[in-house]
């Protein structure tokens, strides 16, 4: 359970930061360009930081009770897969449809 | 300028231009609203969360962190670097939308979203000629149809989320939705080397106290990305040299 005033918070804090990034050049620093160091590294910050959330995630599931679970990392798989081929809303029914039928199939943990 | 008679053409133009993205917002929003209410938060928490924050994939973030029970301040620093590419969308409007009165910027500024963004962007490349208040038009008619079904959707998912049962493994949602995002966007060896770096970094240091492995593992990422793309220029210079 998340705790109610951690998450008020976290939600405000995160309202009020990303409204300033999204305001940042548009409003405040306007036709300044980013440092070529700051939009070289940019340019990575989603293919670094959903790998790094995601892998723990795949490997040690919560609801397994961080045990391994073959089938949820077949069904990861599946998604970074099909992902890479045909896009984000094919991938989410890929893995989830993986896992739903190798649960049925196999009787899992 | 006979493309754009009127900027409320000019509106429905981007209303209209971004219509497919409802096939990948539809799903996504209710997936948080489902996930939220899962993670034992309620509908208010949901709905405030989703309306101040409206950007998807950070919300994720610091639902699956708080969750975790990691520290709120590694749970806002991890989502706020997942917003951080929403600087770059920013310091790319300001020529073409940068002459907007302040409080149309700011909302501008509010309602920026990954796909309109995208869609915006590519119309002002191609057409050139666009009049500015019609390229602000359009920009609101591309949010004008995006937010509203975030939001809905959002709700819908989080209403519907209590019915689903826990047989549905509905945890593996989190790391499936990360995954579908994160796979399109390995479009060069730099950006396969930062998620490889990335994953490996998270694994091995899973055993930090306070998810402090996932932000190490995040920024090694982008360095191993960033070096990577350094190291592949100086080679191709070389080579051309």
Known sequence: MIDTADFWLVTVLLGIGTFVIRFSFLGILGGRSLPDWAQLHLKYVGVSVFPALVAPLVMWPEATGGAIDPVRIIAALAAFLIGLRFGVIWSIFAGMGTLYALQFFLPGP | MTQHPTAARA????????????????????????????????????MTMTVVVIAGASQFTAVALLQDQAPVFIALLAALVVNLRM?????????????????????????????AFAVAVRTYEDHPDMPPAHR?????GCMALICPF???CTFLGAVIGEAIPASLSLDFAVPVCFIALTAPLLRSAPHIFAAFIAASMALLFAWLPWSV?????????????AQAELFLRRRSARGAA
Do not use: E, N
């Not at chain 2, 940068?98 to 509010?110: K, P, V």
């Not at chain 2, 602000?136 to 609101?140: D, K, L, T």
């Open chain 2, 11 to 46: 509106f429905w133009k981007g209303y209209l231009d971004c219509a497919p993205f409802i096939l990948i917002v539809v799903p996504y929003s209710m997936l948080f609203g489902v996930v939220a209410r899962d993670a034992g938060l309620d509908l208010v928490q949901t």
């Open chain 2, 87 to 115: 600087a770059m969308y920013s310091a790319a409007l300001v020529p073409y939308v940068g002459h907007a009165r302040f409080s149309t910027r700011a909302l501008m500024a509010y309602l920026m979203v990954d796909q």
């Open chain 2, 136 to 140: 602000v038009a359009y920009y609101f």
């Open chain 2, 150 to 152: 975030w939001y809905g």
């Open chain 2, 213 to 225: 492995g996932l932000i190490v593992a995040a920024l090694s990422g982008l360095v191993a990305g």
